[in-house]
């Protein structure tokens, strides 16, 4: 073996352990200011129109429910988002739903595992943000969505494709940073 | 109270079982739901399978893999319906893609990384030093003499 190769090879797993300490060091500078978060699963449906689904009203309340056909052909995009009275960061997130009602961007409801007689003294407790509201009391509208617990949003366009998908409350932060974007460019 | 807490200890790994009102009655087609089970991972608690697990999502997955089983569908059939909603994470055998490649090569690379460093510790060793000359002989010689 020649002089050089043998250098090359000495200087093979030197060059590949420094590109991995490049890679770890980006990684845990994205877990400190929070732009990487390993337990969040990208959406596998991202890109790809709303899946098959149709649900009913909530109960004793004027809002419709939702289907997949509602979601086509739409003047605007819409947010569909998952909630439920006993989730607590649905809490946090309503307030920023209220702003986008206010608004005037479409927000619809699906009310996940929940009671009709919860879900409304919710809403009259805290506003209704939705302009649709829908009642998926068995999951499994969520599960054709990946939904994997809530609060979880889609932004879905006028095509009816999935745009964005967000596991977790819409903060402020997601609302300016992430969302309004989107809403601009989808528009 | 004491024996009560241990009773509870013996018996979680069995509470974590399918629920028997949830399992099929042919117990050739509930294998077969268990070991597609054991292949998927539980979203919400990431480390264990649905079957391992409680999460109420990990129940309803059940559900659904042993109502489709009874429909007539197969292991691919029922792994890719839950591929294409939760994509490459919920396989806890993820295939090779782009996205997993370091994943998978991880091993390997560990491995060449091991053998080369065993290969530098391991190199030929040093030849022996040259023999003394006669002027650095009588230097010893000198240095032995003095007291």
Known sequence: MSKTSRRLLLAAPLGLAAAGGVGFWYMLDGLQDGSYDPRTVPSALLGRPVPEFSLPPVDEQPLAGLARADLLNLPRPVLVNFWASWCVPCIIEHPQLMTLQREGIPVFGVNYKDKAGDARAFLARRGNPYARLAADEPGRAAIEFGVYGVPETYLVDRQGIIRWRWPGPITTEVLEQDLRPLLRRFA | ?147
């Open chain 2, 1 to 147: 109270m004491r024996w009560l807490f241990l009773l509870l200890l013996w018996a979680a790994p069995a509470l974590a079982q399918t629920m028997p009102a949830d399992r099929l009655a042919d117990p050739a087609a509930e294998a077969r739901a268990q070991t597609i089970g054991r292949e998927i991972r539980c979203m919400v608690c990431q480390g264990q399978s649905i079957e391992d697990s409680e999460a109420d999502l990990a129940r309803d997955l059940r559900r659904i893999i042993r109502e489709k089983l009874v429909a007539g569908q197969n292991e691919a059939q029922i792994r890719d319906f839950l591929h294409a909603r939760y994509g490459d994470f919920i396989l806890l055998r993820p295939p090779f893609s782009f996205a997993t490649a370091l994943l998978w090569g991880t091993p390997v690379l560990a491995l060449g990384f091991g053998l080369v460093l065993l290969m530098l510790l391991r190199r030929r060793p040093t030849p022996p030093p040259a023999a003394l000359s006669p002027e650095e002989e009588a230097a010893l010689a000198r240095l032995k003499d003095s007291p």
